[in-house]
């Protein structure tokens, strides 16, 4: 069993930077392949960037070039980096890992998630 906790959002103006981070409990934390998604009301949840356990990193296009993924082993937490905030941005940020092996972008690969945290870019 892996529990999630995100922390880091925020209300953060447009242009403007936010890191969030993900502590995970539990061991072999550098076996899972981590990611992070976001979700609006009313719509579904979307991939933003991924993170393999070989260190492969993928993004959704929208954030490539402003969004970072990047984790600590050691310290059980991967982080998202986020810069140039644009108000599209706004929404719940969720964490999710899984030790399975698939398409990173789709939600149902991830056993586990976080609770999520909001951020909110204002224009």
Known sequence: QVQLAESGGGLVQAGGSRRLSCAASGRNFSRYNMSWFRQVPGKEREFIAGLGSDSTTYYKDSVQGRFTIS????????????NSLKPEDTAVYYCAVTARLGNLRSPGLYDYWGQGTQVTVSS
Request: cysteine-free; charged content about 15%.
């Open 71 to 82: 984790r600590n082993n050691a310290e059980n937490t991967v982080y998202l980096q986020m």
